[in-house]
């Protein structure tokens, strides 16, 4: 639920004067468009994690980070990390720079740039040039081998099976690692007693900041996803020969089931889940052949855990209700591991709203992120923290995806007076 320039979650008042550094906006949109070129198709970008352009593109941000004063590389995960000159307390400020095989240029990207930018601002103003942002550009956020590949290694290390998840084409990260060069080179890793928060800048991807005229969100948690995989097993035979009595017939049973799920989901959901049906297959697919085997995949979100369990059980209801009806076995299993909902840090949440009531009083709002996002990996190891400008039309994982060049520019000042007057607090 958006919550319209309110501050009801803070009784602490962390509102002492602080020094802010100005973003250079010409500087910071001409990085965002070169950054754009690396795989760029149409207004889109397809720039899959590990691909040529990916590499590319990682190559060139660790030259920029290097140019703004940090000490840069690519780790052996594939991030690029800028560590700042600074001995700390340093706060991480990144996100993403792979995208969706058909992907927009700012999902990600944008995060990123604004992490360089504040950075090297930060640097460049002798009020500031004292404290601590080390940037970031992640690694396979949006999963080409497995989703938060690199947030994963930055704070937990890769496990055998992080090393053995594989891409569309089969090629595992391991291999990958090797193909890229990266093997061998050692990973930026989280320092407890240097870095002491995250933030992340991220367009919204969806409608809700446009509808309702504000400029900034602030994040208050990212929705929790669960998702559950319904096979169907009925008997294959002619199409032609067999009698519709005595079929047994899997599509047909899987149609059934899915027109229902979507009144029980209802009944079972909160005001904001959602929930999708993205992945169905038919075997053996062919048009004279009454199918033997069917399946649906359903993944829902939702912020509430509590929610997601009514809504998990839902699924696992009908699919009970439905198992041998006209003789086809029906079986739900969890499809995925539970991504539990994430919260932000009340602490760093107040000072980005302070930032944005600063800039542009009554166009800014609280609102939960229903989509993933690092942060769901970072926050069990340091305090985390996220705002989203607005997506026109509410469009992502699209080449259509575009933001406002103005509300682009406002979102790195917001993000910067936020980090400077995070850091000034930790001082006092």
């Known amino acids: 639920m958006l919550q319209v320039g309110v501050m009801h979650l803070f009784g ?169 060069g990266l093997d061998g080179v050692a990973p930026a890793r989280f320092q407890p007693d240097r870095h002491v928060a995250y933030l992340e800048a991220h367009i919204e991807q969806g409608p809700h900041l446009e509808a309702n005229d504000q400029r900034i969100g602030v994040v208050t948690n990212i929705v929790g996803i669960r998702g559950v995989r319904v096979t169907f097993d009925g008997v294959q035979n002619h199409a032609g020969t067999t009698p519709m009595h005595l079929r047994n017939d899997a599509a047909v049973a899987m149609f059934h089931f899915g027109s229902r799920l979507q009144d029980r989901m209802a009944e079972a959901a909160g005001p904001l889940s959602v929930w999708t049906t993205g992945v169905v297959t038919v075997e053996p697919g062919a048009e004279s052949i009454i199918p033997d085997r069917a399946s649906i995949t359903i993944q829902f979100r939702d912020p509430s855990d509590a929610t997601l369990d009514r809504m998990s059980d839902a699924v696992m209801r009908l699919a009970s209700e439905s198992n041998g009806v006209k003789g086809v076995d029906v079986v739900a299993t969890p499809r995925r591991e539970k991504i539990a909902p994430t919260a932000m840090d009340p602490h760093l949440m107040h000072h980005i709203a302070t930032a944005a009531n600063a800039r542009v009083p009554d166009h800014w709002c609280e609102m939960p992120s229903a989509a993933g996002h690092d942060p769901m990996v970072l926050s069990h190891h340091l305090p985390c923290a996220m705002l989203f400008i607005p997506s026109i039309g509410g469009i992502s994982h699209d080449f259509a995806e575009d933001s406002a060049e103005e509300d682009i520019v406002l979102g790195a000042q917001v993000l910067a007076d936020a980090a400077v007057s995070i850091l000034e607090d930790l001082e006092s």
Not at 27 to 55: I, K
Not at 86 to 107: F, R
Not at 122 to 149: F, M
């Open 12 to 180: 602490a008042d962390y509102g002492h004067e602080t020094m802010n550094s100005r973003i250079n906006p010409d500087r910071l949109m001409d990085d965002l468009r070169t950054l754009r070129t690396f795989g760029a198709s149409g207004n889109g970008v397809v720039r899959p994690t590990f691909s040529p352009q990916d590499m590319a593109a990682r190559q060139w941000l660790r030259d920029r980070m290097s140019e703004a004063g940090l000490n840069a590389a690519v780790d052996g995960v594939g991030n690029v990390f800028g560590r700042s000159p600074n001995p700390g307390p340093a706060l991480i400020l990144g996100s993403h720079s792979d995208t969706q095989p058909e992907g927009g240029w700012l999902d990600g990207a944008m995060g990123v740039i604004y992490g360089l930018e504040v950075a090297r601002a930060l640097l460049e103003d002798p009020n500031t040039s004292h404290l601590a942002i080390d940037a970031v550009a992640w690694s396979d956020e949006e999963g080409t081998y497995t989703s938060c590949l690199g947030s994963t290694g930055f704070v937990n290390g890769l496990t055998a099976d992080d090393m053995e998840a594989t891409n569309a084409s089969g090629e595992s990260v391991r291999n990958a690692l090797r193909r890229t």
